[in-house]
């Protein structure tokens, strides 16, 4: 076989391309005159049933705050940072300055929302991008989440000021390549020394860990064999993170390895209210009902992508929403966005009274994701071939779904989670294998 030089391998690209291979991508309002792209994003259209009279006068104006900020500030950029897979950080200022990132929490420089005002918001960010949804999520709902409940008074005041604000990011590190579903089998340990705790081990998945000034690091203490909870810094001795590449959906989410080799943590950075796996669950619980309405939002902008679109765009001397199969389907979208929204705005009021159940929660977000899935697919199907570029919205949408899909429990074991609380049977585990057939 011969091996080509790299100055022959040029010269054979040279004459096989043509004059005008290199030249840059159409704009695609010219390419496609014919339909308007996300970037210009379309008004909601989606409020079928005036869910919006269901809101307080501050949910209302939160969900018109974040509207505009993202439809205004993300919409034109987003498609090419997603192609690029790179994160937009001249966004997170403005995101910050919204007064809605620190959710629900109270005091410290936090908005302190209602936990219906934290869903609305997060599904209008949603809306517009999924991975800028993940991206405060992250930074909100888990990370600045777990030092508001197990954090030191002091660690509260030290930190959460400016997480608020955004002028500095943190991350929430739970899942290891060994242990995804089976989370608290964790095996990243911390071993007490003097002044302090040694971290090794290693996280996978890590949303913004990348670029995170503070990463909460779950590990199991060596003594207890308990999992605790630890504030570590950006650039601590030890730590290493690298960046998740290939990914096809949430690609503006900067998803990072983890790497810490005998990572020392100051006394004063343990999280004290985070004893056990079992602490995280007053976590989880808000991240969850958060995580349900990220769909919901995902779901909205392709039904209101679709119903521009299909008024817009012409074939056969009409335009596509006067056929009657694209009307059936966009009904059946419109429908599933009706219904995610109804669950979810109870799950809210559930957790508001103290009454939701972590089973309620997990049908909630199962159920959802699985609804924005056919959600989606049904939009990728009435865009045709604009259905499989990022330009209209619903091809991103398509894809940023499947990685929700999958976090903060994937389907399957959020309704195990669910059939535990209603059989009071636990069933993650399969039976023990037996030696001998009982037949």
């Keep these: 076989m011969t091996v ?7 010269d054979a690209e040279k004459k096989v391309k043509s004059s005008y291979f290199d030249l840059p991508a159409m704009d695609v309002s010219v390419a496609f005159p014919q339909a308007t792209p996300a970037s210009k994003f379309p008004p909601c259209t989606s409020d079928y049933y005036h869910f919006n009279e ?16 993202m439809e205004k500030e993300v919409a034109p950029i987003m498609t090419e940072y997603w ?4 994160f937009p950080f001249q966004i997170i200022p403005k995101l910050g300055a919204l007064g809605v990132v620190g959710g629900s929490i109270k005091g410290y420089g936090c908005p302190g929302l209602s936990i219906t005002a934290n869903a609305i918001a997060t599904a209008e960010i949603s809306r517009v991008d999924a991975s800028c949804g993940t991206f405060n999520l992250v930074h909100t709902s888990l990370g600045m989440l777990t030092i508001a409940l197990c954090g030191s008074e002091e660690q509260k005041q030290k930190y959460l000021p400016s997480l608020a604000q955004m002028k500095t990011v943190t991350c929430w590190a739970l899942t290891e390549p060994d242990n995804g579903s089976d989370a608290s089998a964790l095996q990243t340990t911390a071993t007490k020394v003097e002044g302090g705790w040694v971290l090794t081990g290693q996280k996978r998945w890590i949303g913004n860990s990348t670029f995170a000034d503070l990463l909460i690091i779950l590990a199991r203490n060596t003594k207890t064999n308990q999992v605790n909870g630890f504030i570590v810094k950006k650039d601590a001795p030890g730590l290493t993170v690298t960046k998740i590449p290939n990914k096809i959906g949430l690609r503006i989410v900067q998803n990072g390895d983890i790497l810490l ?17 079992q602490d995280t669950s007053k976590v989880l619980a808000v991240s969850r009902v958060m995580v349900a309405w990220q769909p919901i939002g995902i779901s909205m902008g392709v039904y209101d992508m679709c119903h521009r679109y299909l008024k817009e765009r012409k074939q056969f001397g009409a335009p596509l929403a006067a056929f009657q199969i694209n009307q059936q389907k966009l009904v059946k979208m419109l429908g599933n966005v009706q219904a995610m929204f109804l669950m979810g705005w109870r799950l809210c009021k559930l957790y508001e009274s103290g009454q939701m159940t972590p089973g309620q929660a997990s049908l909630g977000k199962a159920w959802i994701s699985s609804k924005a ?46 059939a535990r609380e209603v059989t009071g049977i636990a069933s993650f585990k399969p039976a023990a294998s037996r030696s001998r057939s009982r037949l």
């Design 4 to 10: 080509l030089s790299s100055s022959d391998r040029d």
């Design 54 to 69: 269901l809101l307080t006068p501050e949910e209302q104006a939160v969900r018109k705050r974040v509207r505009e900020f």
């Design 83 to 86: 192609e690029k897979a790179e």
């Design 261 to 277: 080799q005998n990572v020392f943590v100051p006394d004063e950075e343990r999280l004290p209210g985070l004893n056990s796996f």
């Design 373 to 418: 899935r056919e959600t989606a697919s049904l939009g990728r199907e009435l865009l045709g071939g604009n259905g499989i570029v990022g330009d209209f919205l619903v091809a991103k949408a398509f894809c940023d779904l499947e990685p929700i899909y999958t976090y903060e429990g994937t389907y399957d074991i959020n309704t195990l989670v669910t």
